[in-house]
């Protein structure tokens, strides 16, 4: 999300197109996923699954982890950019990816098995099947969010 924010904002500074910023926003998902990271979830679909079926307490501090995420995420945004509106929208665009993830978790839309098949098989296939070392999937992360907040900051 921030990485997406930072992308969306800096293509529309240098650019003046929302399309294009937007665009990218959105493809930066992708970009990021590629690159392994830490999850607090198994998956996102095996989390909607037990949740679906289960709402003990584990599942409950999941969904709270990724609520807490997703409002640091914006309290950041808030903290290092200029605020513009946009910025939040390119942040949106940027987990599109993982809400049709959740969407297609939970309906089973021809489409978004399309796009699941994308997303989790191809895009993040070699993150999925290959153990990295803990800390080259938080170095990744922290690498992402400083180049975020020096992209958001200038």
């Known amino acids: ?3 997406g924010a930072a992308v969306g904002y800096k293509v529309y500074s240098l650019t003046n ?3 294009l910023a937007g665009f990218l926003a959105l493809a930066s998902h992708y970009f990021s996923d590629l690159f392994p990271h830490a999850e607090y979830l198994t998956s996102v679909e095996d989390t909607i699954k037990s949740v679906k079926n289960d709402l003990s307490g584990n599942r409950l501090k999941e969904i709270s982890m990724v609520l807490l995420d997703f409002f640091l995420g914006f309290l950041f945004i808030f903290i290092v950019s200029t605020n513009q509106f946009f910025i939040y929208l390119f ?4 987990l599109i990816p993982d809400g049709l993830t959740i969407v297609n978790s939970l309906f089973k839309i021809r489409i978004l098995e399309a796009h699941q098949w994308f997303h989790g098989d191809i895009v993040q ?3 999925k099947n290959k ?7 938080i170095f990744t992360q922290v690498l992402a969010v400083l180049i975020s907040i020096y992209l958001l900051g200038n």
């Open 17 to 19: 197109s929302i399309w």
């Open 131 to 137: 153990k990295f070392p803990v800390f080259w999937r």
């Open 1 to 3: 999300m921030l990485f």
């Open 91 to 94: 942040a949106v665009l940027a």
């Open 125 to 127: 296939y070699l993150t």
